[in-house]
């Protein structure tokens, strides 16, 4: 009974390789409550997952601060005379 | 931040400050959206300009039925999906089976042998930095195209994944995966990045 018991247990139990895999999933809120429970149970056992995921975290809050290339004076002002010639084009 | 229904307003009544405060707001993102399309910068400035033309053609037929950003990004997308039919980019394939992380760096029992090193605490500010966001960007278009689209829309213009499914027509399942593959390469290039020093 033992044996069998221990089996289950590793059966359920996340890899590494396969937890890193979850990420996008857990932060879209995409996995299922077994899912959810078994990624954060082995979170709670791996510093370095715990890591990973963090690192994950800092990547897409700082994507999210990567200013796009600004527009120049000179390609704004051929913007307005475009839009007066749109314009006045009806 | 600028209220949309102002806006709108002002722009179907034809009042050229508020087309140049959209400019303002929305020419750069919908440039680098763009540009995850078609070949070169030059084809992206066109389609961007295209798309400037159906925003004063058809802002009287906006409904405010989406925010005026979904709906620039849906005009931008589809000019963009045309012209990139038209001229090809160069790519590599996307690979269904890509892993988030080297295989290498696990045991046989798929357990961490070169785990992550802990980030520092000024890593968010030491991305966003100038020198290394411009690598982030070169980085950005080594990525297969879908990958490279799902990111922009989702990691930089911070679009709901529902979104970018109907603006690209893919499942959110098929939208995850890009979107984690996209990320994960990312990732990995900034901790070789950040590993520098």
Request: with cysteine; charged share 30%; hydrophobic share 40%.
């Amino acid at each position: 009974m033992r044996r069998r018991d221990t089996r289950d247990r590793a059966r359920e139990q996340l890899a590494c390789r396969q937890a890193v895999e979850l990420v996008t999933d857990y932060l879209d809120g995409a996995l299922s409550a077994d899912e959810r429970a078994r990624f954060e149970a082995h979170l709670a056992g791996c510093p370095h997952c715990t890591e990973y995921l963090r690192e994950m975290r800092i990547t897409i809050a700082a994507l999210g601060r990567v200013e796009p290339e600004g527009l120049s004076p000179a390609a704004r002002d051929d913007l307005v005379a475009l839009y007066r010639s749109w314009r006045s084009a009806g | 931040m600028v209220d949309d229904s102002d806006l709108v307003a002002r722009l179907q009544a034809g009042d050229e400050q508020a087309f140049v405060t959209l400019v303002d707001l929305y020419h750069a993102p919908l440039l680098r959206l763009a540009s995850t399309f078609v070949p070169s910068r030059a084809v992206a400035e066109e389609v961007v300009q295209d798309t400037w033309l159906g925003v004063v053609r058809g802002i009287h037929r906006f409904e405010g039925r989406s925010s005026l950003k979904t709906w620039l990004f849906r005009i931008v997308v589809n000019r963009a999906r045309t012209a990139g039919v038209r001229e090809r980019r160069e790519t590599p394939t996307d690979r269904p089976d890509e892993p988030a992380v080297p295989p290498e760096r696990f045991n046989a029992a798929g357990g961490w042998t070169s785990p992550p090193a802990p980030w520092s605490d000024d890593a968010e500010d030491r991305i966003v930095a100038r020198q290394t966001a411009a690598k982030v960007s070169r980085h950005l278009n080594l990525l297969p195209d879908r990958q490279r689209q799902v990111v922009v829309m989702r990691d930089f213009e911070g679009l709901a994944a529902p979104e970018v499914c109907t603006l690209l027509g893919i499942t959110e399942a098929n939208q995850r995966v890009l979107l984690h593959r996209g990320r994960s390469r990312l990732r990995n290039m900034l901790e070789r990045e950040l590993g520098k020093g």
